[in-house]
DNA sequence: GTCAATTACGTTCTCCGTAAGGATG
DNA sequence: CATCCTTACGGAGAACGTAATTGAC
């Protein structure tokens, strides 16, 4: 016996009309087809469901019992189906996402909100962490992909570039840089700087950019929000790709472009070779791919001054 | 979409086993219809629900969804059609019939508890009534049919003899009858007797048979126990069919065959015509031909009687 | 080279629609 | 005789099996 969803409709449209004809239209079929449908059907299950005389339809005590059945099990089919068409529609689902904080916090907040315009009912995760926790995530399974700083290849993961950031100094309006529309790096290697952790994506860049020489180190901190709190009290200056400048939104802080022997840090999507992404997940990536770079231009300080100035 | 059970069974396979070659063995399918099977499934519900190497087999994420809903679909559809086949088995359904009191009580108990050895989830309801009382509950689809008098033929009912029943004398031990093999009505016709309400299909049938004569009546009752409790008082003989005997079956009380000029009363069925029976109320119905007979004649005195000496 | 999934292809069976048949009011 | 369900029949498409093909270890 295989019943199937069309012979649980054409019963209950039979049950409900209790006319061959008009449940036959119902359905979309000739009456003779829909007549040997129901035939079918009870020969298959191999019950009588229906008593019919040329005049009139009617349930016999069995297509009574099934179809207290079916009134439950037919919804529940279609629920079932409507559910994975949501699924492909993009309208269900889950993303998790692995990003290095400066990502997660510069530009997800904004793509996620978007995203969730678009497709209501996906669940977007992010995990915050530094870059190579992030490929372990993605290794792992326990994110779909990561963004973050560009990783050493490996044949199980696909890496792409998906933006390049840059590097802006950022001190005090009263600073004796602070002036400038642009620095290289010879103006700034004699400079204390407050200086991130070493595991951090943003530290190990700026060490390697210019080694071998080495930074001037006031200070080691781990948040961004924490160096932008030192630097306006005045207790140094500090270094920060594009997507780390909004924690350092703040009245009297100059952010001023930096040019660096290795100027560009890639922004890298990174997801597990030869494996399909989920519809979700692939829809979430399409949106990366459209936004990331607007959604960068965004947070430089020329765009706020630009977009002030309107 | 047509998702039938067949889809269902394969993708629960597959999901399973992870490999095609098992999954098909399992579904009795090649391995090559089996492919087929599982890529239409994808096809129509217009999601890969796999990810498959040649190695390896795995569900996508999509694909852990569909499982989550087949899981609990499918067993939910194999207990609908598991169902369905308890009715055609006959081990589940309803059976409401309608019968004279001295029927119900006399042949239904013991046929009711052998129908319920040989079909336990069928459930037997049973209406005592009068016989127009019965007639009307089947006519009304109340019951589904009635075990009672001989009824005038009408074109909606199909009435079938089932027996026949003949009268018994009822008296004290010590009565001046008492010692008879048999009477002939002309032998009590004289004799006060305790008679039945006017509808009861008893009385009716008494009154009938001696036509245009009358009964002496010395007191007139309802209910069989409430006259054997008279008779054995000594206030009184009277006269039942077999079907009432048990209701007197206690010491001291003497039944006697009597002959009378309309002898015999029909035990009949009816049913409304026009119409199948429910598979358990067919299945009733055959247990009642197979053994109403037997049932009736071991309710005879004579029987009892012979059962003892043994 | 072997194992495992897909593709190719011919047969069979099912499903559908047109059209004729039969029962009932 | 009009309505409504069933049966007859032919064609389109689906399902299945055999067998060849492709791909990964």
């Known amino acids: 016996m295989n019943l199937s969803v ?32 129901i035939s079918n059907l009870e020969s298959d299950l191999d019950v009588k469901l229906f008593a019919r005389s040329t005049r009139n339809v009617d349930l016999t005590a069995e297509g009574r019992a099934f179809l207290a059945i079916v009134s439950h099990l037919l919804p529940e089919t279609e629920r079932a189906l409507e559910q994975m068409q949501d699924y492909v529609r993009c309208q269900r689902g889950r993303v998790a996402v692995a990003a290095l904080p400066s990502v997660a916090s510069g530009i997800l907040p904004g793509l996620i909100a978007s995203f969730a315009r678009d497709h ?12 190579t926790v992030c490929v372990d995530l993605v290794r792992n399974r326990q994110v779909d992909l990561a963004l ?30 602070a002036g400038r529309e642009r620095l290289a790096v010879d103006e700034v290697i004699d400079e204390p700087v407050i200086v991130f952790e070493p595991n951090s994506s943003v530290r190990q860049h700026l ?24 630097v306006a009290a005045g207790l140094g200056v500090t270094m920060v790709p594009t997507l780390g400048l909004p924690a350092f939104a703040q009245l ?59």
Not at 7 to 21: C, I, P, Q, S, V
């Open 148 to 177: 973050c700083a560009a990783v050493s290849p490996r044949p199980d993961l696909l890496v792409e570039t998906l933006a390049t950031d840059s590097f802006y100094f950022i001190c005090l309006a009263s600073h004796r840089l």
């Open 207 to 230: 060490d390697a950019a210019i080694y071998p020489r080495q930074w001037v180190r006031s200070r080691q901190l781990n948040a961004l929000s924490t160096a932008a709190g030192f």
């Open 252 to 310: 009297g802080l100059r952010a001023i472009p930096l040019t660096l022997p290795l100027n560009e840090r890639d922004i890298c999507l990174v997801r597990r070779s030869g494996e399909d992404s989920s519809i979700a997940a692939a829809a979430f990536i399409e949106a990366l791919r459209a936004r990331v770079q607007d959604a960068m231009r965004a947070l430089a300080p020329e765009a706020r001054i630009h977009r002030e100035a309107r």
């Open 120 to 131: 209501p009912g996906v669940e977007v995760v992010v995990h915050d962490a530094a870059s």
């Open 6 to 37: 069309r012979h649980m409709r054409a019963f209950m449209a039979l049950a409900t009309l209790r006319n061959f004809t008009r449940a036959a239209e119902s359905c979309s079929l000739t009456q003779s087809a829909f007549s040997a449908l």
